[in-house]
């Protein structure tokens, strides 16, 4: 029997950005009810609606004007769940109100950089997120450009805090039918992700910093990299006498299990030899089978065909009702259900195409955008 | 006392290392009473193992790996708050036993190692519901319970380059990079504890447990969705601090040694109001108030733009934009975040007890604020095995019971006996 963990659960989501388009996608992936209300101006991240809408409702709802407002105020009573990014503070503010007239709702509020504090009305974007984080001095090589990682990850990650606080709500709720406010700001987010970095940084006075050299632990192999992670003397081990490798004894000094980490490109030009002669995938499954951790550099493009992701149905596409966009494939969800394939077809909804179905058995005459 | 969303919620954890640790306390965080269940003989690897690592240097500066190296190591330290900690010896049936009286007790279970082990153990999701029908798996190997890699190792510097994250990381044409840190890992982590959170909301609802499980593989490649927004991916190699939606996005060399600042120009008023500051001829030209005109001459701009930073301080450059509106920061290293005024402000940074008399160090707060059942720190990382008391209290053992156990090495803490 398919399981669908938050059948029944009605969330609204009324964002500009990625932190509540994402955290939408993750509910809709869980089997909730998800309408994106949207104003009618036009949308910020339309380009990235393939990737976010997918199997959300969609209406647009003028909620800056009282008829409109009055109307989302009857949402608000048909919803579990609110999620909002909004920048604008009059605009955020309209929403806490009228969320906080329901006893039972809860409103998830996503930020870049919090609701009240110094930083708080600063403009900001995922790269100062990233920046403000320390994620960006310690992605990169020494004295070199420091990195964020690629694309909006901060948003996402505050998408995932929002989705958590919003389910913790709903634990809650279960047992004191009392819905409540949810804050969350990227920036806290990501500094949690960072935990170990942060308490790194006052155990070792300062530490952690960008790595010596771009290869880091990739390995050069016939047709691409490598990575091979050594976290133990028995792997350290069991790799030499699988491949055949026998170090100089002049060289032993540097291969120590002390001294390997600040010895690495020794270690390729050990291990060259026998890495170019085979493929990555060569590599990979030879490494694994003796529980080696070790994995293949893939370019995204690759993902989609990858035998691994085929057979779990990790990609999913756009259903043929939903004309004009790239079918895809698109990542799936980062966790599922046991034994389920998550859905391989979603349907992208045409903006406000449900706006009279879900609206009008609300609405006075003449308050319909 | 404020009351926490999951102070009603019990958790018995298998989980180790970075990932599954991190989920587990993100749920301990909103108030789930964890007990991590560690091996009585082989310590969570983030520990550094009984005898002081020689291969991973996570001890404190300030006294290093003292006598009981296992319980001073930063990684295990930073993932593991809010948890008890016990050992029990789950090959033996008395552990085994013992483990599943307490997961009678449970809501949830958890675990990330490759399938095979909890099946090989007896500890399937089918000998869990038969002694607790409602209960809920959380099962976390790197690759996912199902197709041809399932079995494979995998931690966060393996899935990087295999989720497509490394391959799009690095230097714009230079090579391939992958994190500073393990950080595959810490996503694993946010959906292990969303896919728990999203299962208990469906039994609250039904009654019913399940089995969720976490691909940290699919967790990451859940990050890069944005590139495949106009179908089927191309691969540009790595982007450095490039966006498909605004251009210019990067991070600036400024005055002083490794001190940069980080702008980004979402629309055209941020360009009007960067080119303002910045001042240089060049960048005045009207066709680029167009995002397509800049991605065009990116580079150019970019070096436009280094030509004004690099002979002033990130904190001014930081400030002037700031100033102007303009989404700017100086790159923080992590002692500066340990001292950046919007975390100050927030109070999110709470100095923590730390175990084995390491001086209270500040920890990251709780990743999302729930404004009427707050969660909150309520004691730091366990010491290997150190709550055995907490075993006597579920299943009813006596303290004669809990040293017989310990004699027979199927509980105890720190290294086994000879």
Not at chain 2, 224 to 240: I, T, W
Request: proline share 7%; aromatic share 6%.
């Amino acid at each position: 029997m398919s399981i669908s963990l938050l059948k029944g659960v009605r969330a609204l989501e009324i964002g500009i950005g990625i932190k509540a388009g994402f955290c939408g996608k993750l509910l809709v992936d869980a089997g909730a009810e998800v309408i994106k209300v949207d104003l009618p101006d036009p949308s910020p991240n339309g380009e990235f609606s393939v990737w976010l809408d997918r199997g959300k409702a969609s209406v647009v709802l003028d909620w800056r004007i009282s008829e409109g407002r009055d109307l989302l105020r009857r949402l608000f009573e048909t919803a579990d769940v609110v999620i909002s990014d909004l920048e604008v503070p009059a605009e955020r503010a309209t929403l806490e109100r009228l969320a906080a007239k329901q006893s039972r709702l809860i409103h998830t509020s996503l930020t870049d950089l919090g609701h009240q504090g110094p930083f708080a009305k600063r403009a900001s974007s995922d790269l100062v997120v990233s920046a403000l984080s320390g994620m960006c001095y310690i992605n990169g090589v020494a004295g070199r450009l420091p990195l964020r990682e690629p694309g909006n990850q901060t948003a996402i990650v505050a998408a995932l805090a929002g989705f958590m606080g919003a389910m913790a709500a709903l634990i809650d709720r279960s047992q004191t039918k009392l819905g409540q406010p949810v804050e969350v700001s990227a920036l806290e987010a990501m500094v949690n992700v960072l935990s170990p970095s942060v308490l790194q940084c006052s155990y070792q006075a300062g530490a952690p910093f960008r790595r010596s050299t771009a290869d880091g632990f990739l390995f050069d192999c016939a047709d691409g990299k490598v990575s091979i992670i050594i976290s133990s003397q028995r792997s350290w081990e069991t790799i030499l006498e699988v491949w055949g490798i026998v170090p100089d004894p002049s060289e032993a000094h540097r291969f120590t299990e002390q001294s390997r980490r600040e010895n690495m490109d020794a270690i390729r030009q050990l291990f060259a030899p026998f890495l170019l002669s085979k493929t990555r995938r060569e590599v990979f499954e030879d490494l694994c089978l003796l529980r080696v951790p070790c994995g293949m550099l893939m370019s995204p493009g690759e993902l989609p065909l990858d035998e691994h992701l085929l057979a779990r149905g990790s990609f999913d596409t756009l259903s043929r009702s939903s004309p004009g966009a790239p079918a895809g494939p698109y990542p799936g969800p980062g966790f599922r259900v046991a034994g389920q394939v998550p859905a391989a077809e979603r349907r992208l909804p045409r903006r406000g195409e449900d706006t009279a179905r879900l609206l009008a058995p609300l609405a006075r005459p003449g308050t319909l955008a | 006392m404020q009351r926490m969303s999951l102070e009603h919620i019990r958790i018995i954890d298998l989980t180790q290392a970075w990932a599954g640790s991190y989920a587990l306390q993100l749920l301990a965080d909103f108030g789930a009473e964890v007990i991590k269940v560690e091996a009585r003989s082989r310590p969570d690897p983030w520990r550094g193992g009984f005898e002081a690592s020689r291969g991973l240097p996570c001890y404190p500066a300030d006294g290093g790996p003292g006598v009981k190296p296992y319980n001073r190591s930063y990684l295990a330290n930073s993932v593991n708050r809010n948890k008890f900690g016990i050992t029990l010896d789950l090959t033996t049936p008395e552990g085994k036993a013992m483990f599943l009286d307490l997961v009678r007790t449970a809501d949830v279970v958890s675990e990330n190692f490759t399938p095979r082990v909890m099946h090989n153990l007896g500890l399937g999701y089918d000998e869990l519901k038969n002694v607790q029908p409602s209960i809920i798996l959380l099962s976390m190997p790197a690759f996912g319970l199902s197709g041809p890699y399932r079995e494979y190792p995998g931690i966060g510097g393996t899935i990087e380059p295999m989720s497509g994250n490394a391959w799009l990381l690095g230097e714009p044409g230079g090579t391939a990079q992958v994190s500073g840190v393990m950080y595959p890992d810490a996503i694993g982590g946010l959906n292990g504890a969303s896919a728990v959170l999203a299962a208990l909301v469906s039994r609250e609802a039904t009654g019913l447990g399940c089995h969720v499980e976490v691909s940290q593989h699919e967790g990451m490649i859940a990050m890069l969705g944005e590139f495949f927004a106009h179908g089927e991916m191309e691969s540009p190699g790595p982007l450095g601090n490039r966006d498909l939606a605004f251009v210019p996005n990067g991070i600036y060399r400024a005055l002083g040694e490794d001190e940069w600042v980080a702008i980004a120009v979402r629309n055209a008023t941020d360009w009007e109001r960067l080119v303002e500051c910045v001042g240089a001829p060049s960048l005045r030209a009207p066709e680029l108030h167009s995002l397509d005109a800049r991605r065009s001459c990116e580079n150019q701009i970019d070096s436009a733009i280094t030509a004004w930073t690099v002979g002033r301080a990130a904190s001014d450059i930081e400030s002037e934009l700031v100033g102007a509106g303009l989404p700017a920061a100086r790159v923080r290293s992590m002692r500066d975040v340990l001292a950046c005024p919007q975390l100050a402000a927030t109070g999110y940074l709470e100095l923590t007890p730390q175990p084995e008399g390491i001086a209270p160090a500040p920890t990251p707060g709780i990743i999302a604020n729930l404004k009427r059942t707050p969660g909150r720190i309520r004691m730091p990382a366990p010491g290997h095995g150190e709550h055995s008391s907490v075993l006597g209290q579920l299943l009813g053992l006596d303290a004669v019971s809990l040293a017989d156990l310990e004699t027979r090495g199927i509980i105890g803490a720190g290294p086994p006996p000879p």
